[in-house]
T-cell receptor
C-alpha cells in the first residue's frame, strides 16, 4: 500500500457542487499539506496542518476548507466548485527524518464543468 | 520577483551527457532545499536534499548550494532517457512548508 493515499484519483463535478478530496497516510507524520498544480503555475499551497489541532491557510485557500480528522487523515473540501478549480491536487506529508522533505500522494485530477 | 525561480525549459541533452538544472530563491533565511522529479501524470518524487553550502552527491545526482548567491543546482551525470521528466526545486524558508519553482522540463535524447 502507498504511504500517502488520495481518493478519488479522478473526479468530474458540476459547478456549484460540494466535493471532498480525501488523503490518508501510514507514515505517522504530524505534518500534512494540500497543494494544487496547474500548468505554468507550478505547485501552490492551499492548506497545511502541523498536527491534529493545527490548521493553517496557504497562499490560495479561498474557496477551500480542510479537516484534520486524525493524525493520518486530512481532507480538502471545495464548498461550491467553480471551473477555475479544475486542477491536479496533491496531498503530502513531511518527514522529519528527511529534513521535512515531502512524500506526495498520487494526486486527484479534478475537473469542474 | 518569484520566490523560487527555475528556467521552464525544455532542456535537451544527449544521452550520456551532464544535465545542469538551476534554481534561484529570494528569501535569505531559507535553510532547506530539495529537488523533486516528476514524470508526466505522476506525483513529484524527492531525489535530493541539501542544507549546507557546497556539493552533495548521491549516485549520478549532485546538488550544489550557494547561499550567498541564493542559488541551488542539480547536476545529473551520464543522463539517461529515463531521466526525462520535470525537475522541481523547492525551498523551505523556515515556515515548515515548501515553496516550489515552476519546474524545468528535461529531455534526454537517445
Amino acid at each position: 500500500d502507498a504511504d500517502v493515499t488520495q481518493t478519488p484519483r479522478n473526479r468530474i463535478t458540476k459547478t456549484g457542487k460540494r466535493i471532498m478530496l480525501e488523503c490518508s497516510q501510514t507514515k505517522g507524520h504530524d505534518r500534512m499539506y494540500w497543494y494544487r498544480q496547474d500548468p505554468g503555475l507550478g505547485l501552490r499551497l492551499i492548506y497545511y496542518s502541523f498536527d491534529v489541532k493545527d490548521i493553517n491557510k496557504g497562499e490560495i485557500s479561498d474557496g477551500y476548507s480542510v479537516s484534520r480528522q486524525a493524525q493520518a487523515k486530512f481532507s480538502l473540501s471545495l464548498e461550491s466548485a467553480i471551473p477555475n478549480q479544475t486542477a491536479l491536487y496533491f496531498c503530502a506529508t513531511s518527514d522529519p527524518d528527511r529534513g521535512y522533505g515531502y512524500t506526495f500522494g498520487s494526486g486527484t485530477r479534478l475537473t469542474v464543468v | 520577483q518569484k520566490e523560487v525561480e527555475q528556467n521552464s525549459g525544455p532542456l535537451s541533452v544527449p544521452e550520456g551527457a551532464i544535465a545542469s538544472l538551476n534554481c534561484t530563491y529570494s528569501d535569505r533565511v531559507s535553510q532547506s532545499f530539495f529537488w523533486y522529479r516528476q514524470y508526466s501524470g505522476k506525483s513529484p518524487e524527492l531525489i535530493m536534499s541539501i542544507y549546507s553550502n557546497g556539493d552533495k552527491e548521491d549516485g549520478r545526482f549532485t546538488a550544489q548550494l550557494n547561499k550567498a548567491s541564493q542559488y541551488v543546482s542539480l547536476l545529473i551525470r551520464d543522463s539517461q532517457p529515463s531521466d526525462s521528466a520535470t525537475y522541481l526545486c523547492a525551498v523551505d524558508n523556515q515556515g515548515g512548508k515548501l515553496i516550489f519553482g515552476q519546474g524545468t522540463e528535461l529531455s534526454v535524447k537517445p
